[in-house]
């Protein structure tokens, strides 16, 4: 099989000016060997989740070329012929309804949040950056995969209605009210988000967003509710399973509402995985469901694909949300492999929002984006549901953009501790789906019932009910005009504080053989020699024995090439190649604190030692090595995790996101050195995870120092850093019981110093 695709890829490829790259070339499978990949054997159905339509496949050279196209589509997606860029759909004909009476309850929904929204990405450029698609109106077919014709017809019989009218049907819903043009715009949000999802499932553009009115998350088969008509997203999905066959859909639902809406329709449904994060406050938060809380983990054959993350306090931000993330979300979500992604993206869970109270600032949802990106090999459509806060929606919703349009990432603000009712939320999710995933498999903790907000939350919630009791704003002596201005002036000097500007190359490489310069994604810059005399000056201040080296300053030399470039913001990220990286990497670190770094994450992956100074915290030193060291050294700034690979597949996810990715945003660097130097005990598939996963952080600064040159890493590397395309993370493995026990035994360590490793509240207890 391996040759007969390459016999044909090679002829589509070069139709596109493109060669075949020599890396793919394996021979196990001759030219005739009649195998395709639905007879594959269980571990490599990890690639059925790339089932892409390729650019290529609008070349009319392949179906001359080609018989086997679905094999060639799987080896396009993969390799070579990823599709890119970033759909932005928007029209605003959906700005043409609005609530025509007095109803305190509904008067949040205002076309200006899809005004304003548009407007700010007008202002950041991110409109001309993205591929314009138009919307269309869902059909009634289309519609009915998620509604009932009763329904259906309901909401059509609105456009035609006098106020009076429209008031009385939106009577008969919670939270709903009606326009004539009302009808109209349901479908359209509908059609603009089928849109998304075409664009994305062909492979016109890679992902994508949809700034839709009305919203859809909370709407049923039979009802309106929450604003929401039609509910896009679920139609998105089922629309999706139909149309591509796909198998696996993940919904990420981080607006600050409990969508019930898509929990109801896809309940018992393993196909599809919601999950979703909302304010409940103890069941007394609107919309006030029982079946909002963690323990609906989904019916049936549906059970364990249902995850509610119940927020119980007002307040949280980023730190909680990332910790839901890292401890939650992500590591269900490499086990599940999701074909697409469909965001139901609110921002009402964002800062200054009037309904959901919370803190999270614009550049965290950049951060939640860029985390979703490296699933589904980038497949991802957002789609508008909440955002009540003008200028928060619309910084958020330019951050979500601008994070898929691949722009490195603000640091994320604010002090990175989860706080205890939200250790106390997570907890309990990962209890009650220790039964349905792999990653949970070793947990101890168990569902908490004595919650700490409990008994404060009853009796609050006794006095708003029998008497005038102030609300938390009135108390606070401001009104909730007041807190929306305050919100606005933070936000104001808040984005200048954390946008910075983008280097104009993404990727730079020095590497050794020059003759493997091809073979690295075409946008990656390859660096060449620097000036002799210039990196004599430089290397001279550091050992004054070193420069006699030829073979020492040769290796320097690339790793101080790359280096330069980043600081000085030149490139984003670089790779260097050196026979001897414990120097260069001493060296670099220097080079660093001379140019006035004050953090900088060191991961060092294989057997070195490096010679430094740790106690001044200005360097975090973590060494992931497969030797069992007798005694163990671990503090603040020096951790070692001891790590067995797994041969064949990848059981790196939990130590990334249980424990790596946690101390890294706990410790904000300002740069990251990745060395991977030599008896490396993780492979390309856990370096390329790595690499991936930690580029949000220090605004994607990240040299990647590798001391054996094997092109499959660097270019495996290449490709993580560039985003070119997203690496195969292989094939998910759990962790053994071995290696859960080692992060556990680090976490019991190091929680106390970095907070964002706690999603027990034994941690919580343990390190306050
Ligand atoms: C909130 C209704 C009722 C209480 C008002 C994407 C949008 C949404 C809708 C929220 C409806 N509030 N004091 O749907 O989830 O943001
Ligand atoms: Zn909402």
Request: glycine share 6%; charged share 20%.
């Amino acid at each position: 099989m391996c040759v007969a695709v390459r016999d044909s890829c090679a002829p589509v490829l070069l139709c596109r000016g493109l060669s075949w790259p020599d890396s793919l070339d394996c021979d196990r499978f001759p030219a005739d060997e009649d195998m395709c990949l639905a007879s594959l054997s269980k571990e490599y159905k990890h690639i059925h989740k790339e089932l892409p339509k390729p650019i290529c496949q609008t070349c009319p050279a392949v179906e001359e070329f080609f018989t086997q196209k679905r094999v060639l589509d799987v080896f396009c997606a993969n390799n070579f012929a990823m599709a890119s860029g970033t759909a932005l759909i928007y029209d605003d004909e959906m700005t043409s309804y609005k609530l025509l009476w007095d109803n305190p309850e509904c008067d949040i929904e205002v076309p200006e949040r899809l005004l304003s929204s548009y407007e700010q990405l007008k202002h950041y450029h991110l409109v001309e950056r993205c591929v314009h698609v138009p919307v269309r109106e869902g059909t009634e077919e289309e519609i009915m995969l998620v509604h009932s014709s009763e329904y259906l017809e309901v909401v059509k019989s609105t456009q035609t209605m006098n106020e009076e009218e429209l008031r009385r049907v939106s009577e008969n819903y919670d939270a709903v009210y009606f326009h004539p043009n009302t009808y109209r715009c349901a479908k359209l949000a509908v059609g603009a988000t089928l849109q998304l999802v075409d664009s994305v499932m062909s492979g016109k553009v890679r992902n994508g967003m949809a700034l839709v009115r009305p919203p859809g998350h909370h709407s049923q088969r039979n009802a309106a509710n929450g604003f929401c008509v039609f509910n896009n997203v679920a139609i998105a999905a089922q629309y999706a399973k139909r149309r591509y066959g796909l198998q696996r859909i993940l919904i990420v639902d981080w607006d600050v509402h409990h969508g019930q809406g898509i929990q109801y329709v896809f309940e018992e449904d393993p196909s599809v995985l919601y999950y979703s994060w909302h304010r409940y406050e103890h069941q007394q938060f609107w919309p006030l469901l029982r079946e909002s809380d963690y323990d609906a983990v989904g019916q049936g054959k549906g059970k364990g694909f249902n995850l509610n993350v119940p927020w119980n306090k007002v307040g949280m931000g980023n730190s909680e949300y990332l910790a839901a993330f890292f401890h939650v979300l992500l590591p269900v979500a490499f086990e599940f492999v999701p074909e697409l992604i469909l965001v139901s993206s609110g921002y009402d869970s964002g800062i200054g929002d009037p309904e959901g109270q919370m803190n999270a600032t614009p550049e965290c949802f950049a951060h939640l984006t860029h985390f979703l990106m490296q699933l589904a090999n980038g497949r991802l459509c957002a789609v508008l549901e909440g955002g009540y806060h003008l200028k928060s929606l619309s910084e958020s919703v330019c951050m979500t953009v601008k994070t898929l349009l691949r722009d490195p990432l603000p640091q994320i603000s604010g002090e990175m501790a989860p706080c205890l009712s939200a250790v106390e939320s997570i907890q309990n999710v990962r209890a009650a789906h220790k039964p349905y995933w792999k990653c949970l498999m070793y947990e101890e903790a168990t569902p908490l019932h004595d919650l700490s907000t409990k008994s404060q939350q009853m009796m609050e919630a006794e006095l708003i009910q029998t008497s005038t009791h102030p609300t938390a704003e009135q108390a606070a002596g401001t009104t909730s005009s007041e807190e929306a201005i305050k919100t606005d002036r933070f936000l104001e000097s808040h984005m200048k504080k954390i946008l910075c500007p983008v280097p104009p190359v993404k990727t730079a490489a020095a590497i050794v053989s020059k003759a493997y310069a091809h073979l690295l994604p075409i946008s990656v810059q390859v660096e060449m020699e620097m000036n002799a005399q210039e990196l004599k000056t430089l290397v001279s201040g550091f050992d004054a024995e070193l420069v006699k080296e030829e073979k020492a300053l040769l290796s320097l030399q690339n790793v101080v090439a790359v280096l330069d470039k980043i600081l000085k913001k030149k490139v984003c990220n670089g790779i260097a190649e050196s026979s001897v990286a414990s120097v260069s990497t001493t060296f670099a670190l220097k080079h660093c604190f001379d140019f006035g770094l004050q953090r900088v994450l060191c991961i060092v992956v294989g057997d070195m030692d490096l010679e430094l100074n740790l106690d001044d915290g200005k360097i975090l030193l973590m060494n992931i090595c497969q030797k069992q060291q007798t005694e163990k050294t671990n503090s603040k700034y020096h951790i070692s995790l001891n790590w067995k690979e797994d041969s064949e597949r990848n059981n790196f996810f939990c130590a990334v996101l249980g424990f790596i990715l946690p101390v890294a945003y706990s410790y904000q660097p300002d740069l990251m050195i990745i060395v991977i130097g030599p008896n490396s005990s993780l492979g390309v598939n856990g370096i390329s995870l790595l690499t991936c996963l930690l580029q949000g952080l220090a605004t994607s600064g990240i040299l990647v120092v590798i001391q054996d040159t094997e092109i499959k890493l660097v270019q495996s590397v290449a490709k993580a850093l560039s985003g070119v395309s997203t690496p195969d993370f292989g094939a998910y493995a759990p962790a053994s019981q071995e290696n859960v026990l080692e992060i556990k035994r680090l976490r019991d360590q190091l929680q106390q110093e970095w907070k964002m490793l706690r999603c027990s509240v034994r941690d919580w207890i343990s390190g306050s």
